[in-house]
T-cell receptor, first 116, second 116 residues
Framework: DAGVIQSPRHEVTEMGQEVTLRCKPISGHNSLFWYRQTMMRGLELLIYFNNNVPIDDSGMPEDRFSAKMPNASFSTLKIQPSEPRDSAVYFC??????????????FGPGTRLTVL | GENVEQHPSTLSVQEGDSAVIKCTYSDSASNYFPWYKQELGKRPQLIIDIRSNVGEKKDQRIAVTLNKTAKHFSLHITETQPEDSAVYFCAANSPGLTGGGNKLTFGTGTQLKVEL
């Protein structure tokens, strides 16, 4: 298995531009998570999906951020318009979840976003 | 919601010594407590986890203990080696969330440095 796949790995953009980050979870996993990591705020959960349905988006900073999961094998995180304070490493993770048991979250390699 | 506190934020030990990292959590319903290791520039990776039905779990040089009454859990690394140098994150789940949530709340991380 290739693991969680994220693209792009690095993104440099100018303030005001739209940014789209992509994630392909591990096949068979039914939960997908988007995290943001910065030195100041650590590892923050932005949003997560169970069976393609958004469950909790309370971590999404503001309306400039949106996420979709149109099918079980693909998700996007979009920032429009981007701002310098959005610069961070964005991780996607996936796991299996069923019944009353939580399982290991597998992280992708991350996308390092720099907004100038 | 769940709140996870982690201490210390930095830890420096001599090679061969033991290292202990402690976390507390707030949600009494939490029943899954993973620990992740993140090397510089890499993704977080699970190193060990524990569920609430056991008080201790060991895997070679690493062990985790859980005290549900006090709501705290700890990571113990024995015979530390330079390759143990990394940032370690604890986490706790939130099983009581509506929608079958398997959300993890992460601690702020501990930078472990193993010196020769």
């Amino acid at each position: 298995d290739a693991g969680v796949i994220q693209s792009p790995r690095h993104e440099v953009t100018e303030m005001g531009q739209e940014v789209t980050l992509r994630c392909k979870p591990i096949s068979g996993h039914n939960s997908l998570f988007w995290y943001r990591q910065t030195m100041m705020r650590g590892l923050e959960l932005l949003i997560y999906f169970n069976n393609n349905v958004p469950i909790d988006d309370s971590g999404m900073p503001e309306d400039r951020f949106s996420a979709k999961m149109p099918n079980a094998s693909f998700s996007t995180l979009k920032i429009q318009p981007s701002e310098p304070r959005d610069s961070a490493v964005y991780f996607c993770a996936s796991s299996t979840h069923g019944g009353n048991q939580d399982n290991e979250q597998f992280f992708g390699p991350g996308t390092r976003l720099t907004v100038l | 919601g769940e709140n996870v506190e982690q201490h210390p934020s930095t830890l420096s030990v001599q090679e061969g010594d033991s290292a202990v990292i402690k976390c507390t959590y707030s949600d009494s319903a939490s029943n899954y407590f993973p620990w992740y290791k993140q090397e510089l520039g890499k993704r977080p990776q699970l190193i060990i986890d524990i569920r609430s039905n056991v008080g201790e779990k060991k895997d070679q040089r690493i062990a985790v203990t859980l005290n549900k009454t006090a709501k705290h859990f700890s990571l113990h690394i024995t015979e530390t080696q330079p390759e143990d140098s990394a940032v370690y994150f604890c986490a706790a789940n939130s099983p009581g969330l509506t929608g079958g949530g398997n959300k993890l709340t992460f601690g702020t991380g501990t930078q472990l440095k193993v010196e020769l």
